[in-house]
Each structure stands twice: as C-alpha cells, then as structure tokens.
Nanobody, 123 residues
C-alpha cells in the first residue's frame, strides 16, 4: 500500500517544541515535492511549509516563518517538521504530503497524504 505515515504529534505548552515525522511506505519519495499542511477547527486546510521542487526551494507561510523548519532525509525516505516556540494558534491536525511534480508556492494537488496527526498547544 502506497502511503505516508505520520508520527510525533501531541500536547505541548506554549513556547515548547515538537517534531513531526512522515515516512513514505511502498514508494520512494526522492526528489518529490513535499509539504506540510494543517487544519484548525472550523478553518480550511492550509499549506504551511514545502520543499517545492528538485532544487529544494523551501517556502513557509508567514504564520510559521522563523519558527518551523521543513526538512527531508533521502536515506530514510522521510520528511520532518521541526516546530519551535509553539503558540496556541498552532493547534491543528497536521498533514504531510508528497507529489512527483514540482509545486511552486506549495500549491497542490499532492498525490500522497498522511493520515493527519493532532498537535495541541495549551497551558
């Protein structure tokens, strides 16, 4: 089965850090465009970080710029989202995604999606 498998979510306090992991299962994700999306309650799903193309151009939404870092490990077939200085407004379900084509400006559609993982930031 071809899919992305996420891990690492949970409950943290404001100001803390968390890392989300996403691993490809059943396919090789090398040089795919990859992205992290999130969907907060009552809001639309939004792209927050992406590696857009084979040249590893990275983009971030303004809401996470300077706090979140997207990265990938070709050897492990994985992608990551390192989140620091988390805020209550970062509370959402987070999704990883991947696609063989380039995705300028993180715009989809993406062919593969993770199952979604909850991140809750609360004191």
């Amino acid at each position: 089965q071809l899919r992305l498998v996420e891990s690492g979510g949970g409950l943290v306090q404001p100001g803390e850090s968390l890392r989300l992991d996403c691993t490809a299962s059943g396919f090789v994700m090398d040089y795919y465009a990859i992205a992290w999306y999130r969907q907060a309650p009552g809001k639309e799903r939004e792209a927050i970080a992406c590696i857009a193309d084979h040249d590893n151009n990275i983009q971030y939404a303004d809401s996470v710029k300077g706090r979140f870092t997207i990265s990938r490990d070709y050897a492990k077939g994985s992608m990551y989202l390192q989140m620091t200085n988390l805020l209550p407004e970062d509370t959402a379900v987070y999704y990883c995604s991947a696609d063989p084509g380039p995705k300028p400006d993180c715009v989809g559609p993406y062919h593969y999606w993770g199952q979604g993982i909850q991140v809750t930031v609360s004191s």
